[in-house]
Each structure stands twice: as C-alpha cells, then as structure tokens.
C-alpha cells in the first residue's frame, strides 16, 4: 500500500470514522460475551443473533491486510470501509448518543464534513483529461494483422500481448493474469530473452512453447530503474551462472541471426521471427 493512502482517509474522515465505529464493536461484544457467560438461555440466544457486526469487522481486517500486501486490493478495503462507516447510524451502536443529541443533526456534520474533501478528490479526478495514444503499438497491431497468419504464436512483455490478443486475435502464450502457476513459468521462460543466456538456449525454450514470433521492446533493454529493479538485474540473481556474459538484449538488437529474424521494427517494438 502506498504510504499516502491512510493520509487520504484520514481527509476524508473514513480512517476515523472507521477506527471509531470498530472500537464501539469491540466494546459491545466484549460487554456481550460477559453478559453471555452469566445470563440464562433466552437471554443468550438474543445477544447472540447480532454476529454479523463482528463478521464485517473481521472481514474489515482481512481487507485492509491484503490491502498493505498488494496495492491493487484496495479495491475491497475501500467499499467496505465505506460500508462500515454507515453504522454511524446504527442505534443498537450509538444510541446512547442519540438519545442526547439530535440523530440529524450528528449524521447530516458528518456528511458535511467528510463532503469538503470528497468534492475536492471528485474535481482532482474530473480534471484529468488526456487521451491515449502508443502510435508504436499501433503500427506493431496492424503489422501483426495483415503479416502473420491468424495461428500465430505470440509471446512478450504481458502488457503487450494483452493488446496483441484483444486487438489481433492471434494466440498468446503470456498474459497478464499472472496468479496460474502455469502462466508463470511460461512468462518466466519468456522473460529470458531480457536474460543473459545464450540465444539458442532461449529460442529452444520458445519452441517448446510453441512460439512463432517474439515481441521484443527496446525500452526493457536500456531502461534505467531503481538499483537492483532492472530486468536484467533481477536476472543476474536468479541465474548467476551466465551473470558474466553479455545481455541477450543487447545481442538481438544488433543482429539477431541465425536463432531469430528480424521481421518488423519501429521505434519502440521489435518483432522477431523464431526461426
């Protein structure tokens, strides 16, 4: 998760708000389970038909720890933060309160409140305005639709062959749903031609994918990252064995010959033919 995550809950008061309705939880059920523990069967069973307030709460936390392990998740831990800051409204929670203040009036502050910095994200996002375009890519779909046949193989960086399939058809042997332990080793296999091995141990690997042609990016090349976060890095870790030899990148942008063939280029895309 990113660290200015919390900080935009926090400005929208969902964080407290949250933290706040998850204590008074915790407070009633403890003060249930000791009732429970001393009261007599009917009176058990009624304090008991309540779970589902302890089952969003665990289910909160649940959330919000898949949220901290993978960004993307957030789209769980969002809503039902959401969701459970609409018990501010709940009276078996906080009646005590409502029996003192106007129920309105607490809930319509709230709103007011949270609203200054939710109308002020909604503008944030409204004003973006921008309209995509990858001319490269655009001539490498077309290329691809009128130069290859309709069963050719396909393999690359996942973005790419996520385009490549949705806007050619062609098969792919990677993509970007990378939770199959299958499609992972296959990208893995892939991903060796940003490797230092030799080109005939890549190529072979390739065959046994059945792949015809290679979309290779001259910016996964030569990309300058973080220390330790390049391809090529990562590589050298994984397979120290050939950490000493030159970049298979390097090598099949000059000339890729006699395991592949050139057989389009442009400014950001190289397909080669596995020959």
């Known amino acids: 998760m990113e660290k200015a995550t919390p900080l935009r809950y926090t400005k929208t008061l969902l964080l407290p708000l949250v933290m706040v309705i998850t204590y008074f939880i915790f407070k009633k059920t403890f003060r249930d389970v000791l009732c ?3 009261a007599n069967t009917y009176l058990r069973k009624q304090l008991l038909e309540h779970g589902e307030l302890i089952f969003h709460t665990l289910q909160l936390f649940a959330f919000s720890a898949l949220a901290v392990l993978i960004m993307r998740l957030k789209l769980f831990l969002t809503p039902h933060m959401c969701l459970m800051a609409s018990l501010i409204c709940s009276r078996r929670l906080f009646g005590w309160l409502f029996c003192r203040v106007r129920f309105e009036n607490v809930i319509f502050s709230l709103l007011t409140v949270m609203s200054l910095q939710g109308c002020a994200n909604l503008h944030n996002q409204w004003s973006i305005i921008g309209e995509f375009n990858n001319l490269p890519q655009e001539e490498l779909i077309q ?3 009128h130069n290859t046949r309709t069963d050719a193989v396909f ?3 996942m973005p790419t062959m996520a385009s490549v399939k949705l806007s050619t058809l062609r098969p792919i042997v990677n993509h970007p749903h990378y939770e199959d332990a299958d499609l992972r080793a296959r990208t893995k296999i892939v991903y ?3 490797s230092r091995k030799s080109t005939k141990e890549v190529r072979d690997k390739l065959l046994e994918l059945h792949v015809n ?3 290779l990016e001259e910016a996964w090349c030569v990309v300058r990252t973080k220390p330790g976060c390049s391809m090529l890095e ?3 870790l994984e397979d120290p064995s050939n950490a000493a030899n030159p970049p298979l990148c390097s090598t099949l942008l ?3 010959r006699p395991h592949f063939t050139t057989v389009f280029q442009n400014s950001m895309y190289r397909v080669l033919k596995v020959v």
Request: proline share 0%; aromatic share 24%; no cysteine.
């Open 36 to 38: 429970v523990l001393s």
């Open 143 to 145: 290329w691809i639709k």
């Open 155 to 157: 393999a690359g960086a």
């Open 192 to 194: 060796s031609m940003y």
């Open 213 to 215: 042609y290679f979309v």
């Open 234 to 236: 990562i590589w050298d």
């Open 254 to 256: 000059g000339d890729a």
